[in-house]
Every structure is written in structure tokens, then in C-alpha cells.
């Protein structure tokens, strides 16, 4: 079996990534080999494809969406990504297979059957066809109709836990924004030759190449975890893993087993560690693929520090590609707290002055918390 230190994998990992060398390539590459960029805050999307672009393009992502080169839907965990069109409907397919709508605990909390969910995805299917519509108009046309009445209260939530089940059987995705106000079409509407929600055996190693293309060394079980907090069925998930064959090559990291595409093994044994300060933003992929629970990426000890109240995920100090800190924006002064120690003060200059370009902030400061 193949073994490799963690200097190694996180070398790899930040080079894939696109963090230690940015590209030229658009938002949409930038997205897709991170499969997928959270967008529950649109401008933490933007700094996470804006870090890795150079140069770094305004509003590269809102361009993407409106293009229809990336969609804006409810996906990993239940929480809005940008995504490729062709990674997001695999996603959208496995974590439909997972059926929560149908468990009786969602029941209970949403107060929508399977039946009333199969309703709404045929009249909301119907009524996005060819339209754009906010929220309030779609709720409106969806109690239009007999039998959605008390549903009410439930789609007009922000959260939209009554609509996500619709969004996984590809029903609608997020439109353009109008104003200050979300709105909601089918995503035929806007992205072009759109072929629908695949079924999961045809959308599981798609969704897996580009987990492990950018995140591995991993298991079956950390990449249910990435895409839906494992509720799907753990000898399903490895069944997709064992379906690839030769595809995949089992490697060890430091006693921990995972797997990795083939096809990028020896570059993950010849990468070398990365010495360099990186600062990332908010909510970003190189976190969030792994989980906030590995250890070897985040020390236990300082996990509540990154993943925060309310679901907030800080911006992040990387040292030698693990998490050694945590940074803020006040004013013109990139604001470090370090887990412990101290940092080299040109490094740590030169990774604000790179951050400062991503984000147009010219000028910005270091200041330790």
C-alpha cells in the first residue's frame, strides 16, 4: 500500500486547490475542482474563488451564476453551493437518494407528507417552467393551488426546508437575484443543454472524482459526511467507491487509510511541503471538504475558534497547509489570532498583501489578536 506523510497530502491538496498557485481559468474551474463553493454569503463565494484566481476577477461567481456556467442551489449538507451544472445535478441526485423528506421526524418538523412533497415538485416544476420567480410570488402560486394552504408558513422560511427536498429532485434552483430579493426558476431556464437529475448510480463517480480530486486521501464515510452529514446508507456509499476499481488507489497517511484517484498518485508523492502562510476566507472548501473534525487538519482543541455559533465558519490561517489560526477584517487591518506561537512577520505580510489583492483592498495591515 501506498504511504505518505500529511505534509505530503496537504502539499498536495493546496497545489490542487488552486491556493498555492492561483490560475487564470475561470469561476466555474475554480468551482468545480473544489466541487462546489459555498454560498450561503455570496461574498464569501467570491473570496473563495477570488484567492485562487489571478488575477482575482470582481464578482467572478455572480457572473458565472448569471451565465449559467455555475448554478446556485441547495446541495452539500442542505447549504446553498455554486456549483458546475454537471457536479451539481450528481449532488443533487445522491442527496435526494437519501429520501429525509420521507422520515418521520422531517415530517413532524415541516408538517409535509411524501405525497404533498411529490405534489409540490409537479406544480412547482409547473410554474417555473418558463418564469423567474421570488419567493413570494412562487409561495403565492404554489397556495394557489388546492391542498398547500397550510404550508404557508413552512416556504416562506428563509431557511427553505421545505423547498430543499424540491431543489435535490432538480424542481428549481436559485435565479438571479432581484434586488435584495432571492428568487427561484427551474434550472433549464438558465443553464444550457441542462439534462436533469441523473440517478445516483450514474451520479456517484462523478461527485466522488471531484471529492477525492481535491480533498483526498479520504474515506467513504468522510465523503458522506462532506455531502450529507452521513445520512445515506454507509454500505451504499462504499458500494459506490468499490464500483470505480482501478480508479481509485487505497493509500495510508500516517496510519489512517483513504483513498485517492489514481491517476494523481505520483504527484501526491512527489509533492513537498508547503511552507508558506495562506489566508483563506469565510465558509472555504479546504475546511469544509474535510470537516472541522479532522484532527490532523484542525487541532481539536481550537475547532470551536473555526467552526463557530449559528454555523459560521472563520476565515483561516494556514500554516504549512493546517489550520494554525483564524483572521477578520477591521477597517484596513487584517487581524491574525494565532492557536499559539508567533508567525514570520514578511510572511505573514506577504499572505495579507496576496489577500488584499483577491478582495481589492489595497493597503491592508497586519494586527495580532
Known amino acids: 500500500m501506498l504511504s505518505v506523510g500529511w505534509e505530503q497530502v496537504f502539499a498536495w491538496r493546496l497545489g490542487r486547490q488552486f491556493v498555492t498557485e492561483p490560475t487564470e481559468r475561470p469561476a466555474e474551474d475554480v468551482a468545480a475542482r473544489l466541487g462546489g463553493v459555498q454560498a450561503q454569503v455570496a461574498s464569501a463565494a467570491e473570496t473563495a474563488v477570488a484567492v485562487r484566481s489571478a488575477p482575482p476577477r470582481p464578482n467572478a461567481v455572480a457572473e458565472a451564476l448569471a451565465a449559467g456556467t455555475l448554478v446556485k442551489t441547495w446541495a452539500m449538507?442542505?447549504?446553498?453551493?455554486?456549483?458546475?451544472?454537471?457536479?451539481?445535478?450528481?449532488?443533487?441526485?445522491?442527496?435526494?437518494?437519501?429520501?429525509?423528506?420521507?422520515?418521520?421526524?422531517?415530517?413532524?418538523?415541516?408538517g409535509a407528507t411524501p405525497e404533498q412533497v411529490a405534489a409540490l415538485v409537479e406544480v412547482v416544476s409547473g410554474v417555473l417552467a418558463d418564469r423567474v420567480l421570488t419567493r413570494e410570488e412562487l409561495v403565492d402560486a404554489v397556495l394557489a393551488e388546492p391542498g398547500f394552504a397550510h404550508l404557508g408558513e413552512q416556504l416562506r422560511s428563509g431557511w427553505g426546508a421545505v423547498l430543499k427536498p424540491l431543489a435535490w429532485q432538480g424542481a428549481l434552483c436559485h435565479g438571479p437575484a432581484r434586488g435584495t430579493k432571492v428568487t427561484f426558476t427551474a434550472p433549464a431556464n438558465l443553464v444550457p443543454g441542462w439534462a436533469g437529475v441523473p440517478e445516483p448510480e450514474a451520479a456517484a463517480s462523478?461527485?466522488?472524482?471531484?471529492?477525492?480530486?481535491?480533498?483526498?486521501?479520504?474515506?467513504?464515510?468522510?465523503?458522506?459526511?462532506?455531502?450529507?452529514?452521513n445520512s445515506?446508507?454507509?454500505?451504499?456509499?462504499?458500494?459506490?467507491?468499490?464500483?470505480?476499481?482501478?480508479?481509485?488507489?487505497?493509500?495510508?497517511?500516517?496510519?489512517?487509510?483513504?483513498?485517492?484517484?489514481?491517476?494523481?498518485?505520483?504527484?501526491?508523492?512527489?509533492?513537498?511541503?508547503?511552507?508558506?502562510?495562506?489566508?483563506?476566507?469565510?465558509f472555504d472548501q479546504y475546511v469544509l471538504g474535510p470537516g472541522t473534525a479532522d484532527t490532523t487538519l484542525l487541532p481539536a482543541a481550537h475547532r470551536a475558534k473555526v467552526s463557530r455559533t449559528a454555523g459560521w465558519i472563520s476565515p483561516l490561517v494556514l500554516v504549512e497547509g493546517r489550520i494554525a489560526g483564524?483572521?477578520?477584517?477591521?477597517?484596513?487591518?487584517?487581524?491574525?489570532?494565532?492557536?499559539?506561537?508567533?508567525?514570520?512577520?514578511?510572511?505573514?505580510?506577504?499572505?495579507?498583501?496576496?489577500?488584499?489583492?483577491?478582495?481589492?483592498?489595497?493597503?491592508?495591515?497586519?494586527?495580532l489578536g
Not at 211 to 227: N, R, S
Not at 358 to 367: E, F, P, S, Y
Request: proline fraction near 5%; aromatic fraction near 8%; glycine fraction near 10%.
Open 77 to 110: 449538507r442542505g447549504t446553498l453551493h455554486a456549483m458546475a451544472p454537471e457536479q451539481a445535478a450528481a449532488a443533487l441526485s445522491l442527496i435526494g437518494s437519501a429520501r429525509t423528506w420521507e422520515k418521520p421526524s422531517w415530517q413532524k418538523t415541516f
Open 232 to 282: 445515506l446508507r454507509k454500505t451504499v456509499v462504499r458500494g459506490w467507491f468499490a464500483a470505480m476499481g482501478d480508479e481509485l488507489t487505497e493509500v495510508q497517511v500516517q496510519g489512517r487509510t483513504g483513498w485517492l484517484l489514481t491517476e494523481f498518485v505520483d504527484d501526491l508523492t512527489a509533492a513537498g511541503p508547503d511552507g508558506a502562510i495562506h489566508l483563506l476566507g469565510p
Open 326 to 367: 483564524t483572521w477578520e477584517l477591521d477597517g484596513e487591518q487584517v487581524v491574525v489570532s494565532l492557536f499559539e506561537g508567533r508567525l514570520p512577520k514578511r510572511e505573514l505580510s506577504a499572505a495579507v498583501d496576496r489577500l488584499a489583492t483577491a478582495i481589492g483592498a489595497d493597503g491592508l495591515t497586519v494586527g
Open 206 to 229: 462523478t461527485l466522488i472524482r471531484a471529492y477525492l480530486g481535491a480533498y483526498g486521501p479520504a474515506t467513504p464515510e468522510a465523503f458522506d459526511a462532506w455531502l450529507s452529514r
